[in-house]
């Protein structure tokens, strides 16, 4: 009000008036900018590359953590209404138990209702092997040798039956699966039930488990040789002529160049960006939560003495 009390009072001329008006407009808005740059470091930059730079960056880091989100790549089982009720479930969701971050490749430890086993809870842990489906189907297979014996335990990330979910072991596989452990020596896949969760720097990079493993002798539960395995010794000298002569003539070296194929397998970033924004802030907020509540100490009621 007192700008334009200025400029009608005296009578400027519209050229005067504007440049009153910016000078006027700068020297208010002076404080406000410097408090601004005290709470955000960024705000040197537009509203506009803030929120496309944030959109940038949170597929990145959260396309690998929260892969489960994504909805599956097929045309045909896309629903976009469907997709959002179930990311509105599976928050619903994490609210009650934690979802770590893992990877095939990594040790867990599910803690799941049992109605047979005593105090009616159970509990296993073993290496993920293989994560499969999208959405509230997501699920993750879990292996482990007890007694001599190979057990694998199919795991929903969102049954209700679940109640913890621990990542002892933070480590990635150098293969999309770990099936091959089902044809290797058992102490590939041993682990025991009291196993301490190993710490892991925050921010610090995920460590790739780059153990070559050496498969026992034929017969074996699939043909290994014919998918291109990292993680696993050579197979050449457990094979017959036959069979590799097969193995090289199923070999599609071309597919790594197929970008329709890939294209066809992959949400596409668009999409991408739509969905973890909008799941964001709610992670973000379940995140910071839970960090307070695990340094939070319990408060210990002192006992009266004498």
Known sequence: MVVISRIFSRGYGGLRAARVLHHATRANSSTVASDSV????????TPGENVERQKRAIPDRYRFIYPEFLPNPEPKYRNSLREKLERMDMMARRKHIGIPEFYVGSVLAVTYSEPHAPGKVNKFVGICIERNETGLRASCLLRNIVDNQGIEVLYELYDPAIQKIECLR??????????????????????PFDMEPEYVVEGAPVS???????????????RWERQELKGVEDLIPLLSHKRIRKAKAREQPWE?????????????????NEIFNEVYTKLHEMEITRRRQKHKRAFVRPQKTG
């Open 170 to 191: 933070l480590e990635k596989s150098l293969d999309p699966h770990l099936r091959y452990l089902r044809d290797a020596p058992p102490e590939y896949s041993t682990f």
């Open 208 to 222: 790739v488990r780059e153990i070559k493993v050496q498969l026992n002798p034929r017969p074996w539960l699939e």
């Open 38 to 45: 005290q709470e955000s470091p960024s705000s040197d930059k």
């Open 256 to 272: 790594k160049y197929d970008l329709m194929k890939t294209y066809r397998k992959t949400i596409p970033e668009e999409d991408q």
